[in-house]
Nanobody, 115 residues
Framework: QVQLVESGGGLVQTGGSLRLSCVVS????????MGWYRQPPGKQRELVASVTSGGSANYGDLVKGRFTISRDNAKNTVYLQMNSLKAEDTAVYYC?????????WGKGTLVTVSS
């Protein structure tokens, strides 16, 4: 059974940094894409960043220049380095791993940015 477990969330002040990690277990097969989504309080889930198995990254407009996504294919792990955090980055952050016909999601990790 494929499982995604996020870690690294927490409380940080405006301007601070956090690094999220997502470890995928239960499979020996790689994923086409891995990424991070977030759901701010009272809002819909949105793309933060995604990265293909080849390393091509895509970012949401609100985080470009501040967040960096990376992945370790050998470890089935994806990371999200978040710098210059703002109050509006407060959200539950979810990890997603994709194959052509199926997506897997983690349960999320809460990031709270205090002003």
């Amino acid at each position: 059974q494929v499982q995604l477990v996020e870690s690294g969330g927490g409380l940080v002040q405006t301007g601070g940094s956090l690094r999220l990690s997502c470890v995928v277990s239960g499979t020996v097969f790689s994923f086409n894409a891995m990424g991070w989504y977030r759901q701010p309080p009272g809002k819909q889930r949105e793309l933060v960043a995604s990265v293909t198995s080849g390393g091509s990254a895509n970012y949401g407009d609100l985080v470009k220049g501040r967040f960096t996504i990376s992945r370790d294919n050998a470890k089935n792990t994806v990371y999200l380095q978040m710098n210059s955090l703002k109050a509006e980055d407060t959200a539950v952050y979810y990890c997603k791993a994709s194959r052509p016909s199926i997506n897997y999601w983690g349960k999320g990790t809460l990031v709270t940015v205090s002003s």
